[in-house]
């Protein structure tokens, strides 16, 4: 499975960004997916997770009350929702995907997932 993350930017703190993951020649059906995001010299960081129904997720307290993880199953596209975003939040973010027996499990280590999208960058400037 071949994942295309896209959407990132430069936006100035305070700003959103609506970022999107969706596979290329596939479906995402019956597979979690997570967000994670990576600065220089700093290891991946979780930042939220869905089950594959879309009925679960999850999202790291750095992001909580500020960032949406949502899926659209007949769009076959992942979403991840940043408001209110800070300087922090800056990084490159990446999504992941794994095949999932369960219809609400989430994944929250980047180890549990298989499949990596490229990676997008968002800024934030102050």
């Known amino acids: 499975v071949q994942l295309q993350a896209s959407g990132g930017g430069l936006v100035q703190a305070g700003g959103s960004l609506r970022l999107s993951c969706a596979p290329s020649?596939?479906?995402?059906?019956?597979?979690?997916v997570g967000w994670f995001r990576q600065t220089p010299g700093k290891e991946r960081e979780f930042v939220g997770a869905i089950s594959w129904s879309g009925a679960t997720s999850y999202h790291a307290d750095s992001v909580k009350g500020r960032f949406t993880i949502s899926r659209d199953n007949a769009k076959n596209t992942v979403y991840l929702q940043m408001n209110s975003l800070k300087p922090e939040d800056t990084a490159v973010y990446y999504c992941?995907?794994?095949?999932?027996?369960?219809?609400?499990?989430?994944?929250?280590?980047?180890?549990?997932?298989?499949?990596w999208g490229q990676g997008t960058q968002v800024t934030v400037s102050s």
């Open positions: 992941a995907a794994v095949r999932s027996a369960s219809s609400n499990y989430v994944y929250t280590s980047s180890g549990s997932y298989v499949y």
């Open positions: 020649g596939r479906t995402f059906s019956r597979y979690a």
